[in-house]
């Protein structure tokens, strides 16, 4: 006998995550990008560097938007989205959020409004 489950992404402190791989295949859209960069505060940038972002990008999005923390963090993640292309995935941005030490549910509050 299976059980169908859908698959649940482990998060680092043991729960577990509320949103479905076939959610977490899908590109963000500007939306779900802009609500994700309004929740993170200080650790957009540990994030966009896991992601794969430059340096030298980050440091253009931070002096573009040097007045407004969430802008920057924005247009870092349209950036990072825009280079991605498909494989741009929110399971990406899940796994270098939790790598930065910010918690499954901001995700899942970005995503799930």
Request: aromatic content about 6%; hydrophobic content about 40%; proline content about 0%.
């Given at each position: 006998m299976s059980t169908d489950v859908p698959a649940v992404p482990p998060c680092p402190n043991g729960d577990d995550c509320r949103l479905p791989d076939s959610v977490l295949q899908n590109v963000p859209s500007d939306r779900e990008l802009s609500r994700l960069a309004s929740?993170?505060?200080?650790?957009?940038?540990?994030?966009?560097?896991?992601?794969?972002?430059?340096?030298?990008?980050?440091?253009?999005?931070?002096?573009?938007?040097?007045?407004?923390t969430q802008a920057a963090a924005l247009a870092g993640l349209v950036l990072w989205r825009r280079s991605e292309g498909r494989k741009a995935t929110l399971g990406k941005l899940l796994r270098s959020l939790e790598a930065a030490g910010v918690h499954p549910s901001v995700l899942e509050d970005a995503v799930m409004c």
């Open positions: 929740r993170l505060c200080t650790e957009w940038e540990m994030v966009l560097l896991d992601l794969g972002v430059s340096a030298e990008a980050l440091y253009r999005c931070r002096s573009d938007h040097s007045l407004n």
